[in-house]
């Protein structure tokens, strides 16, 4: 896996997408490659766009309030102590690793980037017995072994031994090198840097007149003065191979190795190896035209420090500057695809890929100029939307495109799933399997919907939490094209955003925040539909007498409970009656063994004083035999609403032909309400080695 990876960041993507036609595209062919050996998920998000709570989740299958760990300090075990509440969620995660090594015989080994709690790498309820067997090599003893030391001190090591041996051949050469902070060793910086107008070995301090936000790893990009064979991806890729050689040749248990590369996250200082062809083709880089957004109705225009970082005159509006940064990122993601490779080729050499399950993801992703903002943190597409792809010889067909929309704790599920460990599933998420065999007809609920979430407040004693509560959007749920993200404070003045990612993929123009109250009926009706599936989702997750979702205990008695505030916030125009769709588009039918079945789920509310009444739910039209409905009446109060069941069921199904069939509903607000019924297929086989064209 890498750290802070957008989703288009893989060339077989970009070459679906066509905001990339004419531009100097990304080099992946081993990502490309694994991509078509089994399955590529189009629309895979993660569950936090923080590296803490989101590789949590992702190593779990919990969401991040039942991890408790909302952010990146709750990490530490001082930290979480401080509340009873964090602490108990904590220590009661159950990791991948945990289930395999215990329950299944199998060993398992993780190289690179933990930043996960400490408390993982031990037997549940333990604390001293490992359950992570390996994860670092010493170079002095020549040997592997285990220790807690983050990533970084490994790499230090690494390069101290190479520096006693005189192997370091380093570029002091280069004109206005600054050290760089993670690796102490020079880079020539970029203009988005800090140091980029400074002498030479300016150190980055508050002496020299840096504020806090410019000394962070985030402003830290430039050409690395060490060669390819001495940056961090070669130090934990060839770690990795070093073990992958050693267990293969060991042949005994059935092994789980995570190789956790640190980039492409800060600090961006690529070898010139991987840098050179992008940065000598600037011109030709893809800049989003987000750059632009003038940021007017969005909640945010401040986060990440954009307008302090602009104030200040960075360039992050500026699309040369930016391409500049894109030069280091795509090199730094070409290096991992380097190893990626190697690791791919060592288990095809060691004849074990047949029986080997290899998954490639990101923890998040990375703004990258994306209306003039750097890092993750937010709810945008380019933050929260990652890579994700599956292989599997004999189980997953290979060339599968999967264009649902699926959720990284979703991956525990698979991955037990596919490794007959199901038993042991404990977690909030569910096998995506049923996308892979298209299975899915959406039985209970709609499954094409995903959640993300952030609470980014952390203890600071046993009574309080830093910072404000309902200060920042804490939500972000999908469904179709439909995105909306919203504060968990009823009262909060953040503002409420939807985008529609098919008419506005770079999300500007944000149909609701100011315009909430003058949007029209559709838009409302829209909106109200995604609230309801997110207290629908939140209700699932709720963990039964945990009540995650619903006790008040989880956001230190602040407001009432995630699903009340939820309920409760109006901020948009309210409406007498409200329909989730003007047309309700079907997703592919599955042969259940007599019938081909689908279904869909329309939602109706009322959102003012007084009554609903639905007199009547029909069919009409020449497909009528096709569909059936659940409900046929219904009455609705105020804040409440009904969902309507719609399912397609006939014995044969023509993907081609064009339905004709509509819902009609009778109610005493207004008109009858027409509601078209659409069926949108898709094929789930890419055989022209592109991807189909993509929302962005």
């Given amino acids: 896996m890498t750290d802070q990876q957008r989703f288009d960041a893989i060339r077989r993507v970009q070459d679906g997408l066509p905001a990339y036609n004419g531009r100097l595209k990304i080099r992946t062919p081993n990502l490309d490659r694994l991509s078509f050996q089994g399955a590529h998920f189009e629309k895979a998000y993660c569950q936090s766009p923080v590296c803490g709570p989101a590789r949590t989740s992702l190593r779990s299958g919990c969401t991040v309030k039942r991890t408790g760990v909302q952010s990146n300090d709750l990490l530490k075990e001082t930290v979480y102590n401080r509340m009873e509440v964090f602490r108990d969620r904590i220590q009661a995660i159950e990791s991948l690793d945990q289930i395999l090594v215990e329950e299944y015989g199998y060993t398992s080994e993780y190289y690179g980037k933990w930043h996960i709690p400490d408390n993982l790498y031990y037997k549940r309820g333990d604390g001293t017995s490992k359950v992570i067997n390996f994860n670092g090599y010493d170079y002095d003893s020549d040997s592997f072994q285990f220790d807690e030391d983050a990533v970084a001190k490994k790499y230090k090591r690494y390069l101290e031994y190479f520096e006693g041996r005189g192997d370091l051949v380093v570029n002091y050469t280069m004109a206005n090198s600054q050290q760089d902070t993670y690796s102490k060793y020079p880079y020539t910086p970029i203009q988005l840097d800090s140091r980029f107008s400074y002498p030479s070995n300016t150190p980055l301090t508050e002496e020299n007149g840096f504020e806090q936000f410019e000394m962070g790893q985030a402003s830290v990009m430039g050409r690395f003065s060490l060669s390819e064979d001495f940056t961090t991806t070669h130090f934990i890729g060839e770690t990795a191979l070093k073990a992958l050689d050693r267990m293969v040749k060991e042949e005994g248990d059935p092994f789980l190795m995570t190789v956790s590369f640190h980039h492409p996250h800060p600090p961006m200082v690529p070898a010139s190896k991987y840098l050179d062809y992008y940065w000598n083709n600037l011109d030709d880089l893809f800049v989003s035209p987000s750059i632009n957004d003038d940021m007017s109705n969005s909640p945010c225009a401040k986060k990440n420090k954009r307008e302090t970082l602009l104030e200040a005159g960075y360039g992050y509006d500026d699309p040369n500057q930016v391409k500049e940064w894109t030069a280091l990122y795509y090199g730094l993601i070409e290096e991992i695809d380097h190893y990626v490779g190697k690791i791919l080729d060592k288990v095809e050499e060691a004849g074990i890929s047949n029986n080997t399950m290899i998954v490639f993801t990101a923890d998040h992703g990375e703004m990258l100029g994306a209306h003039a903002m750097r ?46 460990a199901g038993d042991a599933d404990k977690s909030d998420g569910t096998s995506m399997r049923r996308f892979m065999e298209m299975t899915s007809h959406n039985e209970d609920y709609d499954e094409s919907t995903v959640v993300s979430e952030w609470d980014y407040r952390t203890p600071i004693n046993s009574h309080k939490l830093e910072r404000k509560f309902g200060r920042e959007t804490n939500f972000m749920i999908i469904n179709g094209h439909y995105k909306l993200i919203m504060p968990k404070d009823s009262s909060s003045k953040i503002r409420d955003v939807m985008y529609d990612l098919n008419s506005d993929p770079y999300e500007m123009h944000n149909l609701l925040g100011d315009v909430g109250m003058s949007a029209e009926d559709a838009i409302i009706g829209k909106a109200e539909h995604l609230r309801c599936l997110l207290i629908e989702w939140m209700q699932r997750m709720n963990g039964g007498t945990a009540e995650y979702y619903s006790n008040p205990i989880y956001n230190n008695h602040e407001g009432k409970g995630d699903i009340h505030e939820i309920k409760k916030r109006q901020k948009w125009r309210a409406l007498d009656a409200w329909v989730g769709d003007t047309q309700l588009n079907f997703g592919t039918p599955v042969w259940n063994g007599s019938m081909f079945i689908r279904n869909e789920y329309l939602y109706l509310g009322r959102r003012n004083s007084g009554t609903l009444r639905i007199h009547r739910i029909a069919i009409s039209a020449s497909d009528v035999d096709c569909f059936r409905v659940d409900t046929s009446s219904a009455t609705i109060e105020n804040g409440e609403y009904v969902r309507v069941k719609v399912t397609y069921i006939a014995p044969i199904h023509c993907p081609n032909k064009k339905l004709n069939a509509n819902l009609v509903i009778h109610h005493n607000a207004g008109e009858k309400i027409n509601v078209p019924l659409f069926m949108n297929c898709q094929e789930n086989f890419d055989t022209s080695n592109q991807q189909q064209a993509h929302v962005f």
Avoid: C, W
């Fill in 375 to 420: 890092e993750k943190n937010v709810f945008y597409e380019e933050a929260v939307r990652v890579p994700l792809l599956i292989s599997f010889p004999g189980q997953i067909t290979p060339g599968i495109v999967v264009r649902d929309l699926v959720s990284h704790i979703d991956l525990f599920s698979t991955v037990l799933d596919y490794l007959d």
